[in-house]
T-cell receptor, first 113, second 110 residues
């Protein structure tokens, strides 16, 4: 497909793990990113993974990358109410000196207390 | 706080008008990217400047233009505004492969 695909909604209970999935488009994308957007705010860079890695862990966040299937996932352990936000997956296709981002439509995570 | 500032925070203007959005990157970052976020199109890359020069262009309309000044701040100029230009406009600052976003300018065209 031509678009970065994400499911639009995810609902989890506080304390559970959340897994947000993404399918990206360009197998030669060098970096893949996860951003978080809270209501009325800008985009916060959560984490990124280089294309030669399979996994990256950063505190409660784990990113898994499957290059063969062009699949990226973000796991949030021990999800808290403060994690409620929209999560965007983004890829940076190769370009001369540019890391312009192509974003998915975002997954709205709702955390139930 | 990402260290990227954008002004104004909100802008309301009429169709046919012209506006200028301003972005100051993080200290030391040479690249500025501009993105548009709308309900129907999502987040779309518009244009990138690197150290004063245009580096990459995305889905930017001919009515829109940008520039980056010697002090590295950037301005996005939107002219002949249409209702469909109402959106959030973000700039992002980068020193490499990580982009840090500003809080955005919400443009409403009436």
């Amino acid at each position: 497909g031509e678009d970065v695909e994400q499911s639009l909604f995810l609902s989890v209970r506080e304390g559970d793990s959340s897994v947000i999935n993404c399918t990206y488009t360009d197998s030669s994308s060098t970096y893949l990113y996860w951003y978080k957007q809270e209501p009325g705010a800008g985009l916060q860079l959560l984490t990124y993974i280089f294309s030669n890695m399979d996994m990256k862990q950063d505190q409660r966040l784990t990113v898994l990358l499957n290059k063969k299937d062009k699949h990226l996932s973000l796991r949030i352990a021990d999800t808290q109410t403060g994690d409620s936000a929209i999560y965007f997956c983004a890829e940076a296709p190769p370009g001369a000196g540019s890391y312009q981002l192509t974003f998915g439509k975002g997954t709205k995570l709702s955390v139930i207390p | 706080d990402s260290g990227v500032t954008q002004t104004p925070k909100h802008l309301i203007t009429a169709t046919g008008q012209r506006v200028t959005l301003r972005c100051s990157p993080r200290s030391g970052d040479l690249s500025v990217y501009w993105y548009q976020q709308s309900l129907d199109q999502g987040l779309q890359f518009l244009i990138q400047y690197y150290n004063g020069e245009e580096r990459a262009k995305g889905n930017i309309l001919e009515r829109f233009s940008a520039q980056q000044f010697p002090d590295l701040h950037s301005e996005l100029n939107l002219s002949s505004l249409e209702l469909g230009d109402s959106a959030l406009y973000f700039c992002a600052s980068s020193g490499g492969y990580e982009q840090y976003f500003g809080p955005g300018t919400r443009l409403t065209v009436t």
